[in-house]
């Protein structure tokens, strides 16, 4: 009977003992940007150059469910294109996205059909392309009236 009671008592202490322990803090490593391609936007009416981006580009399916997430940060001329290998209506949310965004949705022409202006970090509200796409460009928040890019102009890219 003393041997049960002290086998609890043992038990409860290391159980105890192992939740007071300071818990070690988990680091992640720095997701660095890597240039996959080169992106241009032309306006509309003029086919003139409004912007070029290096690109980071996510076709497969890891990379396209992941995307941004979890970088601290991207250059002014930094963007990432996501090419999906179908044409339809397409969702993205910010979870585990630390990063303001301006999410760009592009047709198969490769005319810019909508957009998402300034989505905030971590929200995890559904965000849609509200009409069939096949890409996505993905830019830090606030470039694209910067820029004054708009519906209808068309990007030209180039993978490495």
Known sequence: ??????????????????????????????????????????????????????????????????????RESMEQNQGMLFIFPDVAMHYFYMKNTEIPLDIIYIDDARKIASFQKNARPNDETSLSSEVPIKYVLEVNAGLSDTLGIQVGDSIAFTKK
């Open 1 to 70: 009977m003393i041997m049960r009671y002290l086998s609890i008592v043992l038990f409860v202490l290391t159980v105890i003992s192992c939740k007071t322990q300071n818990k070690k803090e988990i680091k992640t490593a720095t997701i660095e940007f890597k240039k996959e391609g080169e992106l241009s936007i032309l306006q509309r009416e003029t086919d003139s150059l409004l912007v070029h981006f290096d690109i980071e580009i996510a076709d497969t399916d890891y990379e396209t469910q992941t995307g941004l997430m979890y």
